[in-house]
């Protein structure tokens, strides 16, 4: 089992910065892959960042350059840092995290947090 916490979420206006924590406890030594995801109302929930063991990161292309995914392994935190924010980034961002399994990767989820972007 692993538990997922997220903070940083916040108002700010475009152009403006926000870093998001995820605080992961638990089985935190058998997470393979953690992530950020962002949902928009009425909407499914959408990669925004990935970071696979090996430091291998992914970004969805609308945020490539402007947000930053890193992970502290002493601390089990992961990080997303987000640049030159727009009103289209404006969406609630959930924390998961991946654990292989016998039937293949479990995903867990934190409880989201909100981030809202002015014009």
């Known amino acids: 089992q692993v538990q997922l916490v997220e903070s940083g979420g916040g108002s700010v206006q475009a152009g403006g910065s926000l870093r998001l924590s995820c605080a992961a406890t638990?089985?935190?030594?058998?997470?393979?892959?953690m992530g950020w995801y962002r949902q928009y109302p009425g909407k499914q929930r959408e990669l925004v960042a990935r970071?696979?063991?090996?430091?291998?990161?992914e970004y969805a292309a609308s945020v490539k350059g402007r947000f930053t995914i890193s992970r502290d392994n002493a601390e089990n935190m992961l990080y997303l840092q987000m640049n030159n924010l727009s009103p289209e980034d404006t969406a609630v961002y959930y924390c998961?995290?991946?654990?292989?399994?016998?039937?293949?990767?479990?995903?867990?989820w934190g409880q989201g947090t909100q981030v809202t972007v002015s014009s």
């Open positions: 998961n995290a991946g654990t292989p399994q016998y039937s293949g990767t479990y995903y867990y």
């Open positions: 638990g089985s935190v030594s058998s997470i393979s892959v």
């Open positions: 970071l696979r063991k090996g430091d291998d990161r």
